[in-house]
T-cell receptor, first 111, second 114 residues
């Protein structure tokens, strides 16, 4: 079946790195995504990775994919107060397939 | 370019009533997807419409239905409302659907069922 799991909460001190982890069950997942949801807003796509990639870096964001373990992580370097949000991991099999989301990890920034 | 708009932003209904939510996609986008977001279940896919046809469907009961018009605007209808239908309903539009790289989300409609 299709399932995406992630921890619900993460607290990080400002300036430290945040690492949000996600596991998925469908080995045929082709696209893996990270979305950010700020209070009162919809979801915003942060980054995505294809299943044939191991890593993708985009400024302060680094995505790591371990396809064998079906594990995806998002690292945010130099975490800022503006990074406080809910982060969703998601996957889909192909271009036209539905997208399955995890329940989201709420990132709390400590001063 | 205007973003995805959803109306109304907030809605209060009572059990047994029905409700219609509206989503206007970004101009030129032909795909509209609907999601239900609750604290307990997270974000769950309801259905996707592309060129006025339902292309993908999630695991929701038949009380949840939708449609898409020729201008790509979409409506979602929930009949015989239950307390558990209280949620944030999000819609997302994309040019030709599927690839989340192209999906843009609206701010959502918060439905409260009393």
């Amino acid at each position: 079946g299709e399932d995406v799991e992630q921890s619900l909460f993460l607290s990080v001190r400002e300036g430290d790195s945040s690492v949000i982890n996600c596991t998925y069950t469908d080995s045929s997942s082709t696209y893996l995504y990270w979305y950010k949801q700020e209070p009162g807003a919809g979801l915003q796509l942060l980054t995505y990775i294809f299943s044939n990639m191991d890593m993708k870096q985009d400024q302060r964001l680094t995505v790591l994919l371990n396809k064998k373990d079906k594990h995806l992580s998002l690292r945010i370097a130099d975490t800022q107060t503006g990074d406080s949000a809910i982060y969703f991991c998601a996957e889909s099999k192909n271009r036209d397939d539905k997208i399955i989301f995890g329940k989201g990890t709420r990132l709390h920034i400590l001063p | 370019k205007a973003g995805v708009t959803q109306t109304p932003r907030y809605l209060i209904k009572t059990r047994g009533q029905q409700v219609t939510l509206s989503c206007s996609p970004i101009s030129g986008h032909r795909s509209v997807s609907w999601y239900q977001q609750t604290p307990g279940q997270g974000l769950q896919f309801l259905f996707e419409y592309f060129s006025e046809t339902q292309r993908n469907k999630g695991n929701f009961p038949g009380r949840f239905s939708g449609r898409q018009f020729s201008n790509s605007r979409s409506e979602m209808n929930v009949s015989t409302l239950e307390l558990g239908d209280s949620a944030l309903y999000l819609c997302a539009s994309s040019l030709d659907g599927g690839h989340a790289n192209e999906q843009f989300f609206g701010p959502g409609t918060r439905l409260t069922v009393l």
